[in-house]
């Protein structure tokens, strides 16, 4: 009965592939996050849902590309790795605007 | 320059002392504050919310806001060696957008 969850967990790649991370919750929320968590721990915003609509794409490049198929999940896939992409990315939901967001439990993702 | 910023510490308390973290932005508009205590390996959990002028307790935790000066704080009493952790301070600035600090790390010597 996870409110928000992301899977995989962990997710080891090489540079070039494509992979994907899925996301769901089950809180209600009508808006979806996607942040990515580098090295030094700075929580960046990369997409915004709300009602499965994209709402912010903040100048992430286009080899990332979410997938909202409904209100309750959020995905990411990810074409053409780079080394760069290593990071922690995490899901998170929020009901009304000025409330908190709840998070998944993030993945580590690593291109080597 | 950073919207939401915070000072990176790594900031050290002696357990039972009072830890004062401190968080501005740049937004006027904000609208709404969070504190989240991060964990190693862990995902960002909820401490406090605060939406208005002043103080908000809850339990060992005290948050306070001062929207003139655009500076949100959090304080712990009586620090445990269970609160050594990150502490992201939030900001809610409309249109669906939560702007995140890059964090004080709080260390509690036992």
């Known amino acids: 009965d996870t409110a928000v969850s992301q899977t995989p967990k962990y997710l080891v790649t090489q540079m070039g592939n494509d992979k994907s991370i899925k996301c769901e919750q089950n809180l209600g929320h009508d808006t979806m996050y996607w942040y990515k968590q580098d090295s030094k721990k700075f929580l960046k915003i990369m997409f915004s849902?709300?009602?499965?609509?994209?709402?912010i794409n903040e100048t992430v490049p286009n080899r990332f590309s979410p997938k909202s198929p409904d209100k309750a999940h959020l995905n990411l896939h990810i074409n053409s790795l780079e080394l760069g992409d290593s990071a922690v990315y995490f899901c998170a939901s929020r009901g009304p605007l000025n409330t908190e967001a709840f998070f998944g439990q993030g993945t580590r993702l690593t291109v080597v | 320059q950073k919207e939401v910023e915070q000072n990176s510490g790594p900031l050290s308390v002696p357990e039972g002392a009072i830890a004062s973290l401190n968080c501005t932005y740049s937004d006027r508009g904000s609208q709404s504050f969070f504190w989240y205590r991060q964990y190693s390996g862990k995902s960002p959990e909820l401490i406090m919310s605060i939406y208005s002028n002043g103080d908000k307790e809850d339990g060992r935790f005290t948050a306070q806001l001062n929207k003139a000066s655009q500076y949100v704080s959090l304080l712990i009493r009586d620090s445990q060696p269970s609160d050594s952790a990150t502490y992201l301070c939030?900001?809610?600035?409309?249109?669906?957008?939560?702007?995140f600090g890059a964090g004080t790390r709080l260390f509690v010597k036992a």
């Open positions: 849902y709300n009602n499965k609509e994209l709402i």
């Open positions: 939030a900001v809610y600035t409309g249109g669906f957008k939560t702007i």
